[in-house]
Structure formats: C-alpha cells, structure tokens
C-alpha cells in the first residue's frame, strides 16, 4: 500500500505545501518585486510545512500513548519521539531565522540561504512524518 | 555569477516544477484516502489562508522580520501544546502512582 494512504495528515500536508509553494510561486513570477515575493514564498512554504507537522505531531503522540501497554511504556515512547523531532525543531528556527535575515538584506547569498533552509525543513518534515 | 534578480527567477521556476511534480504524486495518491481528518482540513485551510494573505502583504511588496519571526513562535508554542495535550492523554490512560509516604 502506499506510504501516504497509511498517513492521511502526511497527504494532507504534502497537498497544502504544494499547493501553497505553486500559488506564490506563479505570484512570484507575475509581480515586480521578485525578491520581496520569494521570499514570500518560501515563507509560506515553511508556514504550510509548520501548521501540517503541528497537526501530525498531536495524532502522533496520541497514537504512541494509544499504542502504549504502560505508563512507562508511553513515556519514553513519547521521550524517543521528542529526541526525534527536535532536529526538526531546530531545522524550523534556522529556516525562520534565515527567512527573517533575507527580508532585512538585499544580497545574493541571504537570499539563497533562506530559499535553501526553506527546502531542508520542508524535505525533514516529509521525511519525519512518511517515516515514523 | 548570476544577479539576485536571476536568481530569484530560477528559483521561482525550480519551486514551481517541483511542486508541479509532488502535486501530480499527492493527487494520486488521495484518491484512496477515505479518512476524515479535522486535523489535516484545519491544516489545509491554514494554508490556503497563508496564500491568500501573501497575495494581500504582498500587494505593497513590504516584508516584515518580526512577523517571520513570530511565525517561529506559532511553532514553539503550539508543539508546547501538544506535549501538554499528550501528557494529560497519558495520565489519563495511565494515572500516574500516588507518592509513597513513609511508614510511621
């Protein structure tokens, strides 16, 4: 069967990250600002990747304490889970981070910085949720 | 080297196939999904919001630091939540041990 069909929240998301990313991404190219717009883009990328790892991340943690036979068992499910996910916690900030710089320069670099740590927290979190 | 100009178009065009590419995948593959998922319709509709709003910022082509950054904050305090959530979940299953006094 198909990865997705087992993680609907994973179809889901991957849906609203395209979508969002082919929306601004035509925008970006039919407006004069193309640096401004990019990096919109790529903000709403990182957005759409966010709030679809937030709602995966709470069926998660339910589905590990549902799956859980004890207390113990549960917490360090839910510990293991965590020490998984901060990478990704991490990845986010960078991407943030760089995304906010960009808006404040006008460089080359900056720029491809942020449109690179866009695409790394996108592909970590398909990565995360289609593996777990 | 390529101007910022350049490079933001080669980017625009590389982002639209690739999303082009996974949107033909992503299609495929709800087509056997049957599962209703408030959590994942919440999701959608947060990003659909998300485009509307870029076309709207995007109208005076400002862009503001501190609102990427507080997008940041969103995640922190809504993964904060979720810990919460899955912690009462769990004590709920599992009731935690009542501390064990000492025997007179």
Known sequence: MNRLHRYPIAAYFLLVV??????????????????????????????????????????????????????????????????????????????????????????????????????????????????L | MPSPKTTAVLATITTGLSALEVIGETAASLLGLTTFDAAAVHAFLAGVVAVVNAFKNGADGTLDPEAINAELDKLTTSIADNDVAAGVQLDEKFPPAPPVTPAP
Request: net charge negative.
């Open chain 1, 18 to 131: 395209c979508s969002a990313l082919f929306a601004t991404s035509l925008m970006a190219s039919c407006t004069s600002s193309q640096r401004a717009d990019t990096i919109h883009a790529a903000v709403i990328s990182v957005d759409a990747a966010r709030d679809g790892f937030v709602a995966w991340d709470r069926d998660h943690q339910q589905s590990l304490i549902d799956q859980s036979t004890s207390r113990d068992i549960g917490l360090k499910a839910l510990a293991s889970y965590r020490d998984q996910r901060q990478p990704i916690m991490d990845t986010f900030e960078v991407a943030y981070r760089a995304l906010a710089l960009a808006a404040t320069q006008t460089d080359d670099p900056s720029l491809k910085a942020a449109l690179s740590s866009a695409g790394d927290i996108v592909d970590a979190v398909k990565k995360l949720m289609g593996g």
